[in-house]
């Protein structure tokens, strides 16, 4: 069993940053890789970016490529999300998600991660 808390989520105006923390505990030791996700109202979830946990390698959603930047403190057991240069659309609960089977491919659908935080909201004004 993996859990997850995640924190840092909030209000704040278009073009503004915001660090979302991923607080991960339990068997850890088996992490393939860590990914955030989204939900905005009224859409489905949706994959923002990961990070696999040993090497540290990223991929990121064509949506916020160059704008955000995911993270991994391993001694903390805790993955970050840097968000910059906020826009509106980027309004949702973001999800943080431990993957912990070893694949060729990376995660990038949500059916491929086995534990979920809670969420936290995102909320970017105009």
């Known amino acids: 069993q993996v859990q997850l808390v995640e924190s840092g989520g909030g209000l704040v105006q278009a073009g503004g940053s915001l660090r979302l923390s991923c607080l991960a505990s339990?068997?850890?030791?088996?992490?393939?890789?860590m990914g955030w996700f989204r939900q905005a109202p009224g859409k489905e979830r949706e994959f923002a970016a990961l990070?696999?946990?040993?090497?540290?390698?990223?991929y990121y959603a064509d949506s916020v490529k160059g704008r955000f930047t995911i993270s991994r403190d391993n001694a903390k057991n805790t993955v970050y999300l840097q968000m910059n240069s906020l826009k509106p659309e980027d309004t949702a609960v973001y999800y943080c998600?431990?993957?912990?089977?070893?694949?060729?491919?990376?995660?990038?659908?949500?059916?491929?991660?086995?534990?979920w935080g809670q969420g936290t909201q995102v909320t970017v004004s105009s």
């Open positions: 998600a431990a993957d912990v089977k070893w694949s060729v491919v990376l995660p990038t659908t949500e059916h491929e991660y086995d534990y």
């Open positions: 339990g068997r850890t030791s088996s992490t393939y890789a």
């Open positions: 990070v696999r946990w040993s090497t540290g390698n990223t």
